[in-house]
């Protein structure tokens, strides 16, 4: 049995100033999403310029910060926010959600394509293969301040989290998630791109790659405490979100391949 080290969530004090750990993981993601796109931008003929992935950048952090604490609170904190619609801007007390984040960025690239007159689908298959990393630091973020951990479990790297407050040995989902979502998502994406793809084939790769992922990991998570189980009695709101997932990244497969348009 393991214990958890119980991290100081603050990386860096000065005077009143605090820079935390998970804040830290956000910004090594987006670092990590601009090097990636960088060089897919540097490669012959990729048709896209160093200054557009800045742009394409500051959109990515625009959708994933605001889609992600909108999704949080309204997937998973709603009677909150129906007691009080403030909570929405209390960012400092923590809560985002990958899937809010997914939409909010999805809308990001809407804007993103409009403004420099690209395609909405090619563009959101150049970011698909950029997006694991971000979600590798995030999970990490996670298991630094010891949250969203996982279900009890006698496996030998069962893990005590003190934030439970029961002293069982629990997963250590976030690690879990890391993996799977972090750097097999990351690996199966990024190869799968790195031949010409059908428009709409590398975002359906990652759709339905993440989907089966989340939904996996989360029968091992635990639920969240004001939501517990949803349908059937079994189903948590993760793999309710991951469902519609599964089925887009089946669709935009379909739909890539019946009538390829190679970019």
């Given at each position: 049995m393991l214990v958890h080290p119980d991290f100081d969530p603050v990386a860096l004090a000065l005077g009143p100033l605090q820079i935390r750990w998970y804040g830290l993981m956000y910004l090594l993601g987006f670092a990590a999403g601009w090097a990636l796109g960088r060089y897919r931008a540097s490669r012959p003929r990729s048709g896209w310029s160093a200054a557009q992935v800045d742009d394409l950048v500051f959109y990515i952090a625009l959708g994933v910060i605001l889609g992600g604490r909108i999704g949080y609170v309204l997937f998973y904190g709603w009677d909150s926010f129906l007691q009080n619609p403030l909570i929405l801007l209390r960012i400092w007390e923590g809560g985002m959600s990958f899937h809010g984040g997914f939409l909010g960025v999805l809308a990001a690239m809407a804007m993103f394509a409009r403004k420099h007159g690209r395609g909405f689908w090619p563009t959101v298959d150049f970011i698909?293969?950029?997006i694991a990393p971000g979600i590798l630091f995030g999970r990490i973020g996670n298991f630094i301040n010891g949250e969203l951990w996982g279900r009890v479990t006698d496996l030998p790297w069962g893990m005590v989290f003190r934030h439970a407050?029961?002293?069982?040995?629990?997963?250590p989902s976030q690690l879990y998630e890391a993996a799977l979502e972090g750097v097999a998502l990351f690996v199966i994406v990024w190869l799968f791109s790195a031949k010409p793809r059908p428009t709409m084939a590398v975002s359906g790769a990652f759709a339905l790659t993440y989907?089966?992922?989340?939904?996996?990991?989360?029968?091992?998570?635990?639920?969240?405490?004001q939501l517990g189980y949803l349908a059937w009695g079994w189903l948590t709101m993760g793999q309710v979100l991951s469902l519609p997932l599964i089925g887009v990244g089946l669709v935009l497969l379909n739909l890539a391949y019946r009538r390829p348009s190679t970019k």
């Open positions: 698909a293969p950029l407050g029961d002293g069982l040995p629990r997963h989907g089966i992922f989340r939904f996996l990991v989360e029968f091992v998570r635990q639920p969240d405490l």
